[in-house]
């Protein structure tokens, strides 16, 4: 087997193997551009969010690093899973999110009081939360699995680019559609970048 052989096979089985991801990134990229037309398609009369509970909370804010505090949140509210810890004005969230449910807890140091709201299942947020997860902070092994496995198929998408690059440059026909085509997506990235 020549190398061109095994590139075009490389090509080809990469594009398979990755196509449940870029359909995920893809469909997923929607909400987050059109979250508001979202927001008004689901307005169904039902709210978002429910309180799951509202009560006395008292614990010291670090200074630092807020995962403690996150993690003692959600261990004393019975649940379990990854979590976000970050601050809000003057309010701590801890954000507990699988691809199917989301808690939100907002903990009010001045007042000593504890606000925990789940969030109804959306397809927008599903998928933007499957766009958004990731990070080895996570405990637990499908956590781990799911950011190790989102690190190799990034590589899988570079390989694939670099793999469809190296066919195109066999191609001496198609070079110069190719540098157009090449030149105009990186000048719209660039013009983007520097405008934004």
């Not at 009081?113 to 947020?125: H, K, M, S």
């Not at 570079?158 to 191609?171: C, D, E, K, N, R």
């Not at 660039?190 to 934004?196: R, T």
């Amino acid at each position: 087997m020549t190398f061109n052989h095994f590139n075009r096979r490389l090509h080809l089985y990469l594009a398979l193997t990755l196509l449940p991801w870029f359909l995920m990134y893809g469909i997923s990229s929607i909400p987050f551009s059109h979250g508001k037309l979202l927001d008004e398609w689901y307005n169904d009369g039902v709210p978002l969010w429910t309180t799951r509970f509202d009560r006395p909370f008292d614990m010291a804010v670090p200074p630092g690093d807020l995962r403690p505090l996150g993690e003692r949140i959600v261990k004393d509210s019975g649940l379990e899973g990854s979590f976000g810890t970050y601050r809000d004005g003057k309010t701590i969230k801890v954000y507990l999110h699988t691809f199917r449910k989301s808690t939100q807890f907002t903990y009010f140091p001045q007042e000593k009081r504890l606000l925990a709201q789940d969030r109804r299942f959306r397809w927008d947020g599903f998928f933007t939360g499957m766009h958004a997860r990731g990070g080895f902070e996570h405990a637990g092994p499908l956590e781990t699995s799911w950011s190790l496995l989102v690190d190799v198929v990034c590589v899988g998408f570079v390989l694939w680019i670099a793999s469809g690059v190296y066919m195109w440059w066999q191609l001496s026909g198609h070079r110069f559609w190719g540098w157009i085509a090449l030149g105009s997506g990186a000048a719209l990235f660039v013009i983007f970048l520097v405008a934004l």
